[in-house]
């Protein structure tokens, strides 16, 4: 049974930071391009980052230079650190084995004083 199972979200004061993890069983990534996508409530769900299995990044102009995506094959396992976080960050957000075409449960990320 494939899983990707997000961790690491919570709440947290504008300015500060978070390290969210994706965790992937049953499957391993190396080959896989791995992304980081959020859905805010009422909205749809949107691209936030992306890694290649060879290491590119991608990410989307809101979050460049403030979000960080990395990925270690060998533990399966994908990250989104997030830095200087704005209120308008808060969201679900979800893993995406894109070429497999999985998907995590997703993990909240709330940006509120």
């Known amino acids: 049974q494939v899983q990707l199972v997000e961790s690491g979200g919570g709440e947290v004061q504008p300015g500060g930071s978070l390290r969210l993890s994706c965790a992937a069983s049953?499957?391993?990534?190396?080959?896989?391009?791995m992304r980081w996508y959020r859905q805010a409530a009422g909205k749809q769900r949107d691209l936030v980052a992306s890694?290649?299995?060879?290491?590119?990044?991608f990410y989307v102009v809101s979050v460049k230079g403030r979000f960080t995506i990395t990925r270690d094959n060998a533990k399966n396992t994908v990250w989104l650190q997030m830095n200087s976080l704005k209120p308008e960050d808060t969201a679900v957000y979800f893993c995406?084995?894109?070429?497999?075409?999985?998907w995590g449960q997703g993990t909240q990320v709330t940006v509120s004083s």
């Open positions: 995406k084995d894109h070429t497999k075409g999985y």
């Open positions: 049953g499957t391993g990534i190396s080959a896989s391009t």
């Open positions: 890694i290649s299995s060879g290491g590119i990044t």
